[in-house]
Every structure is written in C-alpha cells, then in structure tokens.
C-alpha cells in the first residue's frame, strides 16, 4: 500500500500524522496562549477544591496541615527554646497541704483550627529537667499570719520568672490554686490569706494575673483537672483519628443524633486516705429519684474545654467522686480499729483473753502467714497473728464498703452512673499500681484471675521467706517492709474496691495500671491550665487571620467562594474548547478550498499521490 499523502491540506514540510498536525495547527497564537491559561486555571481550580473539600491524599496536603495532624506533644523531652518568640507560657501554682509547688508550662501558638486545642507541655530547661520549685510547708500555715502568704509565695514566682523571659511576663498567666489543706480552714482564714495574695502579687510581678486568678478549688475541680490532663497526655482529645470511638449525647445541645468520637479514659486513683474515680459519662442519666438527681449535680462536671462555644467537639460530661477513709492506709486503720473493739467485746463477754498477749495472738486473714504484728494504742493494743488467707480477708473487707442495695450506687451508697464496661478503658494510678508492682510485679495491664492467684500465693507465703527475699536485694527499690507487711491487706482492699465497690466485672480487660504516662508523672495542675487557658486560641486564630491572604489564602474563602471559583475555571476551560472548535472548522474549510478535485480518488483508493504544486 502506498504512502498517503496530505500535502494537499497541510504544508509539505509538515511530515507528522494528521492528529498531530492538527494540533500543531491549532496551538498557535494567540489560541496556544488561550489553552494553556484556561487548562492552567482548571488544574489549578481543581486542585483547590479538593484541597478544601478534603478529598486529597493526606501526602497532598499542606506542610501546615500535616504539622497539625502531627503535633508534638507533652512527651517531649527537649529544652525548652526560650528564645523562640512564638511560645507562650503560663504558670500554676498548686498549693498542697504539706507544701506549695510551681510548675511552668510552655506552648506555641495555636495552629488555627478552633477544634483543637493548645499544646501544652512542661518547660525544661538546658538539662532537660522539667521547670519546677517546691516549698514547705503548705500555704494553710499561714493562717494565724495571712499578712505573710505573699512573703511565703514570693520564692516560686520569682524562680518562675527567672526562666521565662521577661517581655513574656505581661502576657504569661498565673493561677495559684489551693486544695486539701486550705479546704480545711474557715472561711474567713481562707479568704484571709487570698486577699494577702491578690494585693501584693501584682505589686512585686507583672504576670498576668487577677482576683480570679487564685481560688480554692473544690475536690470536684481537682478531680476533673487530673480527669483532663491524664486524657490530654494520652491522645484522647485528638478526634482526628477513630480508632476507639463512642457515641456521645453532648450536654446543652438540642442536635438529636449521637456525636462520634474517640473514647476517652477513665482515672482509678488509690492514695493513703482517700479513693477517686473520674470517668466521662456520653450518654444521658436517668436517676432513681429526686433525692439521686440532687446528688449527681454535684458529682457530674458538664464543660466545653475548647475555644468556641459554639463547636460540641470538646463538650464533656465527666463524674467525678472522692471518698474519703477509702485510701489503703486509712482502710487498715478502720480494719484495726474494727478488729480492737469487737475482740475487746467478745473477750468481756466470754470472759477470753485472745490478743491480749504474743501467745495468744488474734489470727489475722490479712496479714502474711505467721507474721506476728501489734496493732492499737499502747493503752490498748492488740497481738495479731497473720494466718494470710486471701479470700478470707476479702470477705471481711467487704463489711468495710458501706455498700447499699440501691442501684446506681457504689462506696458508701454514693450515686455512681452505669458504665458500658463493654466500651471503655481505665487507667489506675497510685495503689492500684503499687499494689500489682511494687511486690507482685505484673503492673500494666490488670487481668483479674492473674492478680488473684498471686496475691493468694503472696498471703500464704510464710513470713519468714519474705522476709529473707527482702534481706537478698529482691525488692531492692520497690518496697520495704512496711508494704511487704501490708502487701496481702492491700492486694485485697484493691480487688474488692474495684469489683465489689466500683462494680468492675471480674473479666474487664480494659484497665492499666501505672506510674507515669508516656514515662512522665502527669499532675491536675496541667488539665488546670488547659482548662483555664482554653479560650487564648481565638487570641492566635484573629491575629492570623489578619495576616492576609497571602500567607494564608486557603481561609479566606468560604466554601460557597470555592465551588464559584471552579465554575469560573469550568467556563474559561469551555469558552476555549467552543474557540478551538470554530478554528478547526474553519482550518478544513480552507483546506477544502485549496485541495485539487483530481486528488479525492486517489485518497479513496489509497493509492500514491503525485506531486502537486502547493498553492499558498
């Protein structure tokens, strides 16, 4: 088959397909520059409308974005830049009943998304210790002396400002913040001692700082701070990603669906006194009775910890409940006392003599086997003899509880919301923890028939051995002798508390014991400063609105102004298309008119076509 040749429409110099010379045609000027700016603005469009739709992979995205999809959190370990004139600082002073403590928390500014929250971490300095300065004894000794509350806080401030830069002082906040020891006092010492402070500080420092600024906070107030900042540290405000998620019906909203988001964790604290329990309830309660309803507006905290308060986000419904005399110290005094006045009873009743002396010792299920011990006041005082029965002790505890056979009750018949044991998870600090590591070692995650079984063989070793571990350097830095005698006592005053009081089932598997969090000790002081602080984000989020759309073009459009700005690009790409139709048009009617007759059956044919004379 012979060549086909198409001088006849094109130049013969062209020696490409018909295809390609019909674009080569087409992409002259000015119709070349006309394509390449229409497709341009269509690319461009396109990629603009994904981009505030979403719809792009999460590498696509903007290097601002993907900082805000991987921010850096409290587990940083670095010295804090203190030179960087972006961070922010803040100051809280946590005044205890055995002394005072001051913690300096630093943050850059907030990235613009009203939906998250500041990035709150601890300042270290250049030995990458955190910034923190305590003092004794705690702030309610100054109650004969309020006039001195100043003089006594004046060494934390004045080390906190050594470390921040002073032209961040004006614009850093303080907040003292008292709890146990100052709760105790009367009102008017209180306010006493509050007024010291509110007067004076101003005077000697230039943080930011009001009347409002230093406050006795309720146990409630303490129990959420710990509630948010344990669940800060974790990840659990951080929506972004689902991957343990929970239908929440939000506080104050009308909205009739469920919110979805991930699934916060519930705070199991054990001291020596006292035992906490904070966890979110998503769904709404239902109460019993009105005399329940009354109790549970004190022990349920329903608050917005975001910056808008109008986004549901970071709308939480958290009960939080604190029992005192429940703490594993205070529990073996109650049990000793229990033990003292019914074996006291019982031996003028039956005219006995049994603890009255080491060779007629009381057999004690609590205590490790053969462990002789003496318990009460030198006025009376009682021998006991451990005999280390695990169950046993369990049974007698549970007298301690003060459990009630109404519903929706645990710990001394106090109201506690139904949890969905299903769908939730648990973090246990304190003697939940020393309990399971400090001896037993198994700290982590809580599995109950493990934790059982070693605490039973733990109880019924002879005290002798464990006595012998200990000389060997086995519970060198984790215990000393005082756990070791108490170790079977609290191992069982942990288990009922959980099962029997808190109403855990014996198959949770959702509950962690711990030391630190991400290998750091989380304080309430940080939720304190998360929760107070959480409207300063609408301060960084106007200020960048107002650098201008250059800097950030991408927020200063709506979403209606996106989608008109790719039918604009549509158009111009169309207007284009409808152009090059008319040119090509009218490039084959001018071909036609220059094509000879003669050479039309040649092209049917396909045969050779001879050589014409081009007629420009």
Same mark, same amino acid.
């Given at each position: 088959?012979?060549?086909?040749?198409?001088s006849?429409?094109?130049?013969?110099?062209?020696?490409?397909?018909?295809?390609?010379?019909?674009?080569?045609?087409?992409?002259?000027?000015?119709?070349?520059q006309?394509f390449?700016?229409?497709?341009?603005?269509?690319?461009?469009?396109?990629?603009?409308?994904?981009l505030?739709?979403?719809?792009?992979?999460?590498?696509?995205i903007?290097?601002?974005?993907?900082?805000?999809?991987?921010?850096?959190?409290?587990?940083?370990?670095?010295?804090t830049?203190?030179?960087?004139?972006?961070?922010?600082y803040?100051?809280?002073?946590?005044?205890?009943?055995?002394?005072?403590?001051?913690?300096v928390?630093?943050?850059p500014?907030?990235?613009?998304?009203?939906?998250?929250?500041?990035?709150?971490?601890?300042?270290?300095d250049?030995?990458r210790?955190?910034?923190?300065?305590k003092?004794?004894?705690?702030?309610?000794?100054?109650?004969q002396t309020?006039?001195?509350?100043?003089?006594?806080?004046?060494?934390?401030?004045?080390?906190?400002?050594?470390?921040?830069?002073?032209?961040?002082?004006?614009?850093?906040?303080?907040?003292?913040?008292c709890?146990?020891?100052?709760?105790?006092?009367?009102?008017?010492q209180?306010e006493?001692?509050l007024?010291?402070?509110?007067?004076?500080?101003?005077?000697?420092?230039?943080?930011?700082?009001?009347?409002?600024?230093?406050?006795?906070?309720?146990?409630?107030?303490?129990?959420v701070?710990?509630?948010?900042?344990i669940?800060?540290?974790?990840?659990?405000?951080?929506?972004?990603?689902?991957?343990?998620?929970v239908?929440?019906?939000?506080?104050?909203?009308?909205?009739?669906?469920?919110?979805?988001?991930?699934?916060?964790?519930?705070?199991?604290?054990?001291?020596?006194?006292?035992?906490?329990?904070?966890?979110?309830?998503?769904k709404t309660?239902?109460?019993?009775?009105?005399?329940?309803e009354?109790?549970?507006?004190?022990?349920?905290?329903?608050?917005?910890?975001?910056?808008?308060?109008?986004?549901?986000?970071?709308?939480?419904?958290?009960?939080?409940?604190t029992?005192?005399?429940f703490?594993?110290?205070?529990?073996?005094?109650?049990?000793?006392?229990?033990?003292?006045?019914?074996?006291?009873?019982?031996?003028?009743?039956?005219?006995?003599?049994?603890?009255?002396?080491?060779?007629?010792?009381?057999?004690?299920?609590?205590?490790?086997?053969?462990?002789?011990?003496?318990?009460?006041?030198?006025?009376q005082?009682?021998?006991?003899?451990g005999?280390g029965?695990f169950?046993?002790?369990?049974h007698?505890?549970?007298g301690?509880?003060?459990?009630?056979?109404?519903?929706?009750?645990?710990l001394?018949?106090?109201?506690?919301?139904?949890?969905?044991?299903?769908?939730?998870?648990?973090?246990?600090?304190?003697?939940?923890?020393?309990c399971?590591?400090?001896?037993?070692?198994?700290?982590?995650d809580?599995?109950?028939?493990?934790?059982?079984?070693?605490?039973?063989?733990?109880?019924?070793?002879?005290?002798?051995?464990?006595?012998?571990?200990?000389?060997?350097?086995?519970?060198?830095?984790?215990?000393?002798?005082?756990r070791l005698?108490?170790?079977?006592?609290? +191992?069982?005053?942990?288990?009922?508390? #959980?099962?029997? $009081?808190?109403?855990? &089932? *014996?198959?949770?598997? !959702? @509950?962690?014991?711990?030391?630190l969090?991400?290998d750091?000790?989380?304080q309430w002081?940080?939720?304190?400063?998360?929760?107070r602080t959480?409207?300063l984000?609408?301060?960084?989020?106007?200020?960048?609105s107002?650098?201008?759309?250059?800097?950030?073009?991408?927020?200063?459009?709506?979403?209606?102004?996106?989608?008109?700005?790719?039918?604009?690009?549509?158009?111009?790409?169309?207007?284009?298309i409808?152009?090059?139709?008319?040119?090509?048009?009218?490039?084959?009617?001018?071909?036609?008119?220059?094509? +000879?007759?003669?050479?039309?059956?040649? #092209?049917?044919? $396909?045969?050779?076509? &001879? *050589?014409?004379?081009? !007629? @420009?």
């Open positions: 088959m012979g060549r086909i040749s198409f006849c429409l094109f130049p013969a110099a062209w020696h490409f397909s018909l295809p390609s010379q019909i674009l080569s045609r087409l992409l002259l000027p000015p119709f070349r006309l390449i700016v229409g497709l341009l603005f269509f690319l461009l469009g396109t990629v603009y409308l994904l505030v739709t979403g719809k792009l992979p999460a590498n696509w903007t290097k601002e974005n993907h900082f805000h999809r991987h921010m850096a959190r409290v587990t940083d370990v670095d010295a830049d203190a030179s960087n004139p972006d961070l922010n803040g100051l809280v002073v946590d005044c205890g009943s055995s002394g005072s403590r001051i913690y928390y630093c943050w500014s907030h990235n613009g998304n009203p939906r998250e929250l500041l990035d709150i971490r601890q300042m270290r250049q030995n210790k955190s910034v923190v300065m003092i004794k004894p705690g702030i309610s000794k100054m109650a309020p006039e001195k509350a100043s003089d006594y806080i004046y060494p934390l401030l004045s080390f906190a400002a050594e470390h921040i830069p002073k032209n961040k002082h004006i614009e850093t906040p303080l907040y003292i913040l709890t146990a020891g100052m709760r105790i006092l009367p009102e008017s209180q006493a001692i007024e010291d402070l509110r007067t004076d500080i101003p005077v000697h420092f230039n943080f930011l700082f009001s009347d409002s600024h230093v406050e006795v906070i309720s146990g409630k107030q303490e129990g701070y710990a509630w948010i900042g669940n800060f540290v974790l990840g659990k405000f951080n929506h972004a990603h689902n991957d343990a998620v239908e929440v019906n939000v506080p104050g909203s009308d909205q009739q669906e469920a919110l979805v988001r991930k699934r916060t964790a519930g705070v199991l604290d054990m001291g020596g006194v006292s035992t906490q329990i904070a966890f979110e309830v998503p309660v239902s109460f019993t009775s009105p005399q329940q009354e109790v549970a507006k004190n022990l349920l905290a329903e608050f917005n910890l975001g910056c808008d308060a109008h986004q549901t986000d970071h709308v939480y419904r958290v009960y939080v409940s029992f005192l005399g703490g594993g110290n205070a529990a073996r005094q109650r049990y000793e006392e229990r033990l003292i006045e019914n074996t006291t009873t019982r031996n003028k009743l039956l005219g006995q003599h049994v603890g009255e002396t080491a060779e007629s010792p009381l057999p004690d299920p609590c205590l490790p086997a053969d462990l002789q011990d003496q318990i009460g006041t030198p006025e005082k009682l021998h006991v003899l005999t029965d169950d046993q002790c369990r007698r505890l549970q301690f509880l003060k459990l009630t056979n109404e519903t929706q009750t645990s001394s018949g106090v109201f506690k919301p139904p949890i969905d044991y299903n769908n939730s998870q648990f973090y246990g600090f304190s003697e939940f923890y020393y399971m590591e400090d001896v037993l070692r198994m700290g982590g809580y599995n109950t028939s493990k934790y059982a079984q070693a605490a039973k063989s733990y109880c019924a070793t002879q005290w002798k051995t464990l006595k012998e571990r200990f000389d060997s350097g086995l519970y060198a830095s984790h215990a000393d002798l005082h005698q108490y170790q079977c006592f609290k +191992s069982a005053w942990m288990y009922e508390v #959980l099962h029997s $009081g808190f109403s855990f &089932p *014996t198959d949770y598997k !959702n @509950l962690k014991t711990v030391f969090v991400y750091k000790e989380v002081t940080l939720g304190a400063i998360l929760f959480r409207f984000p609408l301060r960084d989020i106007q200020q960048e107002l650098k201008g759309v250059h800097s950030h073009w991408r927020h200063s459009f709506s979403f209606v102004n996106n989608h008109y700005l790719f039918l604009v690009c549509f158009f111009i790409v169309l207007l284009s409808i152009l090059y139709m008319l040119r090509l048009r009218r490039i084959h009617r001018r071909a036609a008119q220059h094509c +000879s007759p003669s050479s039309v059956p040649w #092209l049917e044919e $396909g045969l050779g076509s &001879p *050589t014409l004379p081009i !007629n @420009l």
